[in-house]
C-alpha cells in the first residue's frame, strides 16, 4: 500500500498569511504513460464531509478560490493557501489515487494565529 | 444539483451485519465510480470501497477485505455497502462519494453528510 505522510500535522497562521502543507508519498504517484500525478487535497471543516480542492496534482476543481494551489510530482506534494481567510480553517487531507486501497494522508489542522 | 444521500446506520452488536445505502441524483449515475469512505470519531479518513462505473471493478481497503461488499444498481441510481462481521473499530461515520470519472483511480468531487455506524454491545 502506498503510505501518505503530511507535515505539520498542525499549523496556525495569521489572517492574510500564507499556509503551506507538505504532503509525501512512499512510492511516486506519478503514471508516466500521462504525466500526470495521482494526487487530490481535500478540506474538511467541522461537522462536514470532506470538499475536493484540487486533483491531478494541481488542477483546482470548479469555485474553489485561486488562494488554493497545489503542486509537486513523483512523491513530493505540497497545497498552498497564498491569504488566509477565517473561513479556510478546517482540517486538510491529500489523497492518492494512483493505485488500489487508496490511501489518505493524516491531515493537517489549519488554525488562526 | 448532485446530491448523495446515505442511510442504513446505526448501532449493531460486534459480529452483526449491516447494509448502507447512497441514493444519487443530479448525474448520470452509470458514468461515475462511488466510493466509501469512513472517518472514526475524532479521527482522520480511511477510504474503504470503491467501483467503477459499471461496476465491474471493486476495490477494499486490506481492513474490511472479506467482510464488506461494495455493490451498486445503476437502473436505481443507488450504491450498497453490504458489512458483515462488524468489529469496534468499524464504528465511524460512512461517506459515500462520487468519482469524477468512471474508473476508481480518481478524484471524488460530490461527498454525502453521512451516516453513523456504531459498532457495540
Known amino acids: 500500500d502506498i503510505v501518505m505522510t503530511q507535515s505539520p500535522d498542525s499549523l496556525a497562521v495569521s489572517l492574510g498569511e500564507r499556509a503551506t502543507i507538505n504532503c509525501k508519498s512512499s512510492?511516486?504517484?506519478?503514471?508516466?504513460?500521462?504525466?500526470?500525478?495521482?494526487l487530490a487535497w481535500y478540506q474538511q471543516k467541522p461537522g462536514q464531509p470532506p470538499k475536493l480542492l484540487i486533483y491531478?496534482?494541481?488542477t483546482r476543481e470548479s469555485g474553489v478560490p485561486d488562494r488554493f494551489s497545489g503542486s509537486g510530482s513523483g512523491t513530493d506534494f505540497t497545497l498552498t493557501i497564498s491569504s488566509l481567510q477565517a473561513e479556510d480553517v478546517a482540517v486538510y487531507y491529500c489523497q492518492q489515487y494512483y493505485s488500489t486501497p487508496l490511501t489518505f494522508g493524516g491531515g493537517t489542522k489549519v488554525e488562526i494565529k | 444539483e448532485v446530491q448523495l444521500v446515505e442511510s442504513g446506520g446505526g448501532l449493531i452488536q460486534p459480529g452483526g451485519s449491516l447494509r448502507l445505502s447512497c441514493a444519487a441524483s443530479g448525474f448520470t449515475f452509470s458514468s461515475y465510480a462511488m466510493t466509501w469512505v469512513r472517518q472514526a470519531p475524532g479521527k482522520g479518513l480511511e477510504w474503504v470501497s470503491g467501483i467503477s462505473g459499471s461496476g465491474g471493478s471493486t476495490s477494499y481497503a486490506n481492513s474490511v477485505k472479506g467482510r464488506f461488499i461494495i455493490s451498486r444498481d445503476n437502473s436505481k441510481n443507488t450504491l450498497y455497502l453490504q458489512m458483515n462481521g462488524l468489529r469496534a473499530e468499524d464504528t465511524a461515520v460512512y461517506y459515500c462519494?462520487?468519482?469524477?470519472?468512471?474508473?476508481?483511480?480518481?478524484?471524488?468531487?460530490?461527498w454525502g453528510q453521512g451516516t453513523l455506524v456504531t459498532v457495540s454491545s
Open positions: 462519494a462520487k468519482g469524477d470519472r468512471g474508473d476508481i483511480l480518481t478524484g471524488y468531487d460530490y
Open positions: 491531478w496534482a494541481s
Open positions: 512510492r511516486s504517484v506519478l503514471y508516466s504513460s500521462n504525466n500526470k500525478s495521482y
